[in-house]
């Protein structure tokens, strides 16, 4: 079946340092990639998406480019801020034309230090 | 505009007993679903609403789970004879599915405990 794998966490970083948080799947069809962020006491949002190969998704100072030579959608942020201190998500899609349920990773838990 | 709802936030239940977590969609949106995130875990879809009709129920992981939906509104999950391992944060999003454009609106959630 379809599935994400995203690198153990936490993560700590001091501001203003880089980030890349990995995502790898496995998917039976072509999938869409999604990275989801829930912020402390928030609920879940999307922050990028891409729906096809080489597709960059970006949002927020946060880029995701869809490989699908090495099934990889890694997330980067050339510098963090406090703010961004949330849990991050990766997440896929195989659009059936109705159905669009999400297969997540288990999300790592990014803290950002001033 | 108003967003996914959820009620009720916060639920502690006693092992055995049955409980109803309610989700009311972004009007318009045709596509609905549960999903769960227990402990640790990423999250598990569960079950997917067109309309309300529910054609993919396939991450439901008991008959103890059951979910309806009011047409293209209201829609209630309910968990018969709970057990410890159904806590979680159960979790509904919405979406419209119109021309390409499937990105799903998340509710706060509802976190469930079973004693």
């Known amino acids: 079946g379809d599935s994400v794998t995203q690198m153990e966490g936490p993560v700590t970083l001091s501001e203003e340092a880089f980030l890349t948080i990995n995502c790898t799947y496995t998917?039976?069809?072509?999938?869409?990639l999604f990275w989801y962020v829930q912020y402390p006491g928030e609920g879940l949002q999307l922050l990028l998406k891409?729906?096809?190969?080489?597709d960059k998704g970006s949002n927020k100072g946060f880029e995701a480019t869809y490989r699908k030579e090495t099934t990889s959608f890694h997330l980067e942020k050339g510098s963090v801020q406090v703010s961004d201190s949330a849990v991050y998500f990766c997440?896929?899609?195989?659009?059936?034309?109705?159905?669009?349920?999400?297969?997540f990773g288990k999300g790592i838990t990014l803290s950002v230090r001033p | 505009g108003a967003g996914v709802s959820q009620s009720p936030s916060n639920k502690v239940t006693e092992k055995g007993k049955d409980v109803e977590l309610r989700c009311d969609p972004i009007?318009?949106?045709?596509?609905l679903y549960w999903y769960r995130q227990r402990l640790g875990q990423g999250l598990e879809f569960l079950i997917y609403?067109?309309?309300?009709?529910?054609?993919?129920k396939s991450g439901l992981p008991s008959d103890r789970f059951s979910a309806e939906r009011t047409g293209e509104s209201v829609s209630t999950l309910t968990i018969q004879r709970t057990q410890q391992e159904d806590s979680a944060v159960y979790l509904c999003?919405?979406?419209?599915?119109?021309?390409?454009?499937?990105?799903?609106?998340f509710g706060p959630g509802t976190r469930l405990t079973v004693t």
């Open positions: 999003a919405s979406s419209v599915h119109v021309g390409g454009d499937y990105e799903q609106y």
């Open positions: 609403f067109q309309g309300n009709s529910a054609p993919d």
């Open positions: 997440a896929l899609t195989i659009d059936t034309g109705a159905n669009s349920k999400l297969t």
């Open positions: 009007s318009g949106h045709t596509a």
């Open positions: 998917a039976t069809g072509y999938p869409s």
């Open positions: 891409a729906t096809k190969a080489d």
